[in-house]
């Protein structure tokens, strides 16, 4: 069975650092899309990044030039790097795993695109930043 389970958030100040990462598993050497997620108190879930079976990288407009996903194949880790936070990167965060994708042959090699759906969550991990 797949687990997901997420750990590193923490509070910190407007500015600070934070990585969070995700132990993965179930999912080593699929051919999948990963994700974070994060939901703050009122608002709806909102996709913060993912990464595809070959190493492309998508990232929220609010979150671009900040975070970095990435992963870990061999120790099954996700990874979301997070610099210059803000007050409004203040939620819960998710890692996902196992979304939609669609695999494409381009000039530039294998392309895949992760349409969400999502079909494995973590539980969570609180990041608050103060101003």
């Known amino acids: 069975q797949v687990h997901l389970q997420e750990s590193g958030g923490a509070s910190v100040q407007a500015g600070g650092s934070l990585k969070l990462s995700c132990a993965m598993s179930g999912v080593a050497g699929m051919t999948i899309c990963l994700a974070w997620y994060r939901q703050a108190p009122g608002k709806e879930r909102e996709e913060v990044a993912h990464?595809?079976?070959?190493?492309?990288?998508t990232y929220t407009d609010s979150v671009k030039g900040r975070f970095t996903i990435s992963t870990d194949n061999a120790k099954t880790t996700l990874y979301l790097e997070m610099n210059s936070l803000k007050p409004e990167d203040t939620a819960m965060y998710y890692c996902?795993?196992?979304?939609?994708?669609?695999?494409?042959?381009?000039?530039?090699?294998?392309?895949?695109?992760?349409?969400?759906?999502?079909?494995?969550w973590g539980q969570g991990t609180q990041v608050t930043v103060s101003s």
């Open positions: 990464i595809d079976a070959y190493g492309g990288t």
């Open positions: 996902a795993a196992d979304g939609d994708e669609q695999l494409a042959i381009t000039d530039s090699g294998i392309a895949m695109t992760c349409h969400g759906n999502y079909n494995n």
